[in-house]
């Protein structure tokens, strides 16, 4: 209820200053995203950090069944930022956020000082795979507001997958810069779990086991087995169909049942983008990833280019 009075206020301040010039409106409507964002920081038992499309929903589906199970709550339940820890204080505040407006309020844009006395969990996903996820989520499923609110190309521009990919705007570089801006800070952070999604991928209930136990919450291997069982690819499938978590607005729910590409689950395959480039395409997107991004995420060191 909190969270709709907020969001009532900031669309109906955005609505008193209806005549002001775009620019001017997008910076007003992204500082009071951020404020909004800082209350819950301040607030939350742990941060999860994510560039869109890193494979945050599918954590987030993990982490609700593993509460449900674990606190015997509705199958329904979908873990917001303080509605479990209102059903049951043992559960956490859970912050979930892409980092995107948190400056525009503090104005700390060269750190994450904001960050520094959290709890973090940093999830991470091949930013190749996150740029294509992304292309789709901008064509398919992203409001027109919210692509001139982030700077993404406008919603009747008809643009190729690879011009969208290599876009310093929306693509890889924005993508590669996100990740390198929290890799400077990761010395600064005490509290911090980088995950990467291929690695749960791999290994879901070690990977979920090592994030609830990091967030203050072990459970039993029944439960970590139960909850990687319900958020299955194939499951998830099922569920966005069916509506499940309806209550959660649109993050889980398809834009068009008959287009595949407009579902919030899609393909979920690793190093899946090599199947939208040809050779010389896939060799430039690999280069910049090689020269650019910060080696600790692993994805540069077997991505240089073809010969």
């Known amino acids: 209820m909190h969270t709709i009075i907020k969001k009532i206020t900031r669309e109906a301040t955005l609505l008193a200053l209806f005549f002001l010039p775009k620019e001017k409106k997008i910076r007003i409507e992204r500082r009071l995203r951020g404020r909004e964002e800082f209350h819950r920081l301040q607030q939350a038992d742990c941060v999860i950090v994510s560039f869109g499309k890193s494979g945050r929903t599918w954590l987030r589906v993990m982490l609700s069944r593993f509460y449900q199970v674990k606190h015997n709550l509705s199958r329904r339940s979908f873990l917001g930022f303080d509605n479990f820890h209102r059903k049951n204080p043992a559960i956490p505040k859970v912050f979930f956020t892409h980092d995107n407006y948190l400056k525009d309020y503090t104005e700390h844009k060269d750190s994450k000082v904001d960050f520094y006395d959290k709890k973090v969990v940093l999830l991470a996903r091949d930013p190749r795979d996150v740029a294509v996820s992304q292309f789709f989520q901008w064509k398919y499923r992203m409001r027109p507001h919210k692509k001139g609110l982030n700077n993404y190309p406008d919603h009747q521009q008809d643009i190729s997958v690879y011009d969208f990919v290599i876009d310093p705007d929306a693509g890889l570089p924005k993508i590669i810069d996100f990740m390198n801006d929290w890799a400077r800070e990761l010395p600064r952070i005490e509290n911090m779990l980088i995950v990467r999604y291929e690695d749960m991928r791999a290994q879901p209930e070690a990977v979920l086991k090592q994030i609830v136990e990091f967030m203050g919450t072990p459970g039993s291997t029944e439960d970590i087995r139960e909850a990687v069982t319900f958020a299955s690819y194939d499951n998830m499938k099922k569920l966005e169909e069916k509506k499940i978590f309806w209550l959660s607005g649109n993050r889980l729910v398809p834009k068009d049942k ?50």
């Open 258 to 307: 008959s287009n595949p590409n407009s579902f919030k689950v899609r393909r979920a395959k690793v190093g899946g983008y090599r199947d939208y480039f040809d050779d010389r395409q896939v060799a430039a997107i690999d280069a910049q990833v090689h020269d650019r991004l910060a080696p600790l995420y692993g994805y540069s060191s077997d991505s240089a280019p073809a010969g």
